[in-house]
């Protein structure tokens, strides 16, 4: 019987402790959808296809992180590489 008992609690505490967050995209939002830039492209690549960047940041830490400002989202570099494209939001009136 100890070992049941055991293993109920070990069950209890794994399964209370993992969880996870759903995050929800309103389909009625048209920038939800919005182009960006893959993973991997490069600079030149980006401002080919986006065009000039609103604002550029400049690098930051080590391996030296970059911004790149457009309307629609922010481009995150590693080097001369996307890492990231987020869309930019704003919040609603009111």
Avoid: K, N
């Avoid at 794994?14 to 993973?39: F, K, V």
């Avoid at 995150?76 to 990231?84: G, T, Y």
Wanted: avoid cysteine; charged fraction near 15%; glycine fraction near 8%.
């Amino acid at each position: 019987m100890p070992i049941v008992r055991t293993l109920l609690l070990f069950a209890l505490l794994t399964t209370g402790s993992a969880g996870a967050e759903t995050l929800g995209l309103s389909t009625d939002d048209p920038t939800a959808t919005a182009e960006r830039p893959s993973r991997g492209s490069t600079m030149s690549a980006v401002q080919s296809h986006f065009g000039e960047p609103v604002a550029r940041h400049a690098a930051v830490g080590q391996p030296p992180i970059t911004r790149w400002d457009y309307p629609q989202f922010s481009v995150f570099f590693e080097h001369d590489r996307v890492l990231h494209a987020v869309l930019v939001r704003t919040p609603p009136a009111g």
